[in-house]
């Protein structure tokens, strides 16, 4: 069995699953964010149960709109901070925690072998744990909730090992970008993502978090990497509890083996307005950008700020051009502090913002006018996505996305950095 | 049942910041959802949608994030039924769950034009195009699925399986 196979049979009571087989699943955590509570608490009530099934695996966090940006959005904080009050799960107020996906690795709420269900696509972010957590709806959350189980039709695995030594500058972010722009945004639909090969063992834990991020935009269930040492360390620095992982077997069924030669890659730009629409920096051209984001659920990780401060570092925001900053969780905020990060960066003249998902979803925090085109290190870069329908969105990884705000267009950190 | 409407046709990867953007969700009042469905794809469909009409797409329809919001609104704005040739993970069972009829045809999808009479028959997933005249045969739902399908959701379904445990 595939470590998802294997992940699900061990919580539906079976010793064997196959892919397309329905399973009942037993969860192991179920959160929401701010924004969805609404619809799951009203699922809740209309389930007739009256309490979580395990307040300790039940998470609350306000992350969408963080702080509350106008009075609707206060009201759905509000609704959920009542209703993780009354239940005694756990849960995340502003100040208090960050962005979700961020947040729950970091808190040790994710280990390796579990399986997580979240009220938002990029759930599936924890699988860089090797634990199978994946998005799903308000109602099934609800019901994940109310009953601690789910149900699940087993996925097809395809399998991707990127061979070779990673070139400088190449990250995660790159490696997930030119994976989805040569699957497209439904090549792995309904599937498991293993992530696999030297270059990707060679990932740090941030890098593989970014990956399994965007397991989402290739249509995947789950994007999941196999525990090695840099997983377990990771494991014993946040949280130190016990947990059981699940390798895959030797004689594992692939529905697909996909390999990439990574030694010659180069960092990768996802043009407007699909993910898949992914170019290497070279074949960018010159786009001038009016606003650069650092940040998100993708890259929002210390390692992230630490590439962006690099480059940042004792120079100044391109003029035309406003550069945005906002670390994943309350934790990273404080770890950047310490490093003098933030220094780096408000010298600089960028933004630096609480932890919040804000501008990524074209909420608050830095909307996009018509006409206007930024460079986000985020994971969607749909029509509207950041605001004006009018509006354009390229995707990249922290180090392009610095250099770009330093130069005023998209730029190879190589540009800025020798 | 059959059911009669207009197809309002799109093409591939409709995704869910386009069925109902995420700049409207952090508001609850379903009636703003409405009036912006799909108006990052087609700011006319909210004014030409009839209740009973189809939205008709190619592959990969409701890719992207997880909200609920995406079928609740189109069920609400008076949809009928999505038909598309295939749908991404999430949105499936999503609809699933609130009863959103959905239809898998790749070949209803493709041959359907923008207006086209439907008329379809969600207990035997009979698709007919009354304006081509064609006829076409959705694929059925696995018996799991037509479990909830037919307790009447997952609500529905789950408060069966539970009866008396909690």
Not at chain 1, 323 to 329: D, F, L, R, T
Not at chain 1, 364 to 374: D, P, Q, V, Y
Not at chain 2, 15 to 34: C, K, S
Request: proline residues 5%.
């Amino acid at each position: 069995m595939t470590i998802a196979e294997k992940i699900l049979a061990a919580h539906s009571g079976r010793e064997k699953v196959e892919p397309g087989e329905f399973v009942n699943v037993s969860v192991d955590l179920a959160f929401a964010q701010e924004g969805m509570t609404p619809l799951v608490v009203e699922a809740f009530r209309q389930l007739e149960i009256d309490r979580v099934f395990d307040p300790g695996k039940v998470v609350f966090m306000v992350d969408h709109s963080c702080p509350s940006k106008d009075i609707p959005s206060a009201e759905q904080s509000k609704l959920q901070r009542e209703f993780a009050k009354e239940q005694g799960t756990i849960y995340y107020d502003v100040g208090r925690g960050g962005i979700e996906h961020v947040l729950i690795p970091e808190q040790g709420l994710a280990l390796p072998g579990q399986v997580i269900v979240g009220a938002d696509s990029h759930t599936c972010t924890s699988g860089a744990l090797g634990a199978f957590a994946t998005g799903m709806g308000a109602t099934d959350i609800a019901v994940a909730m109310a009953t601690g189980e789910v149900w699940m039709k087993v996925p097809p695995t395809i399998k991707f090992v990127y061979h070779g030594k990673l070139p400088k500058w190449v990250t995660g972010k790159d490696l997930i970008l030119h994976t989805i722009g040569d699957i497209g945004v439904d090549g792995a639909r309904y599937s498991a993502m293993e992530f696999t090969g030297e270059a990707a063992s060679e990932l740090d834990m941030d890098g593989r978090f970014t990956m399994s991020n965007m397991a989402i935009e290739a249509g995947a269930k789950v994007g999941l990497f196999p525990v090695d040492e840099k997983t377990r360390k990771y494991i014993t620095e946040h949280g130190n509890k016990p947990f059981t992982a699940c390798e895959p077997d030797k004689d594992a069924r692939y529905a697909d083996v996909i390999e990439y030669d990574v030694s010659k890659m180069e960092p990768q730009v996802a043009i407007p307005n699909i993910p898949s629409n992914v170019k290497p920096i070279s074949r960018v051209g010159d786009v001038r950008i009016d606003q650069v984001v650092i940040g998100a659920c993708t890259n929002g990780r210390l390692n992230d700020m630490r590439a962006a401060a690099q480059i940042l570092k004792g120079r100044k925001i391109h003029e035309d051009l406003r550069c945005i900053v906002i670390p994943g969780s309350q934790q990273v905020y404080l770890d950047a502090l310490e490093e003098g990060l933030i220094e780096s960066f408000v010298r600089a003249g960028a933004a630096v913002s609480t932890p919040t998902c804000g501008p990524c979803a074209g909420l608050h925090m830095g909307i996009l006018a018509s006409g206007e085109r930024a460079l986000s290190t985020s994971n969607r870069n749909f029509v509207g996505r950041m605001g004006s329908p009018e509006s354009e969105v390229y995707l990249a990884g922290p180090a392009v996305a610095a250099a770009s705000a330093v130069l005023g267009r998209i730029a190879h950190p190589e540009e800025v950095v020798s | 049942m059959k059911l009669k409407g207009k197809a309002h046709k799109y093409g591939a990867d409709v995704n869910t910041d386009l069925i109902i953007p995420a700049r409207y969700l952090h508001n609850d009042d379903r009636a703003l959802w409405v009036a912006h469905c799909m108006e990052d794809i087609d700011t006319e469909f909210v004014k030409r949608l009839k209740p009973g009409d189809f939205i008709v797409a190619t592959t990969n329809f409701g890719c992207g994030s997880s909200r609920e919001q995406a079928p609740i609104v189109i069920k609400e704005a008076g949809v009928a039924g999505v038909i598309a040739s295939s749908f991404a993970r999430i949105f499936f069972r999503n609809a699933i769950n609130i009863g959103l009829p959905i239809l898998e045809s790749p070949e209803a999808s493709e041959a359907t034009q923008m207006g086209d009479e439907l008329e379809v028959d969600l207990g035997t997933g009979t698709i007919q195009n009354l304006s081509s005249k064609k006829t076409y045969q959705a694929q059925p739902f696995p018996d799991f699925m037509r479990g909830i399908i037919e307790t009447g959701g997952l609500i529905a379904y789950t408060r069966e399986r539970f009866k008396g445990k909690a």
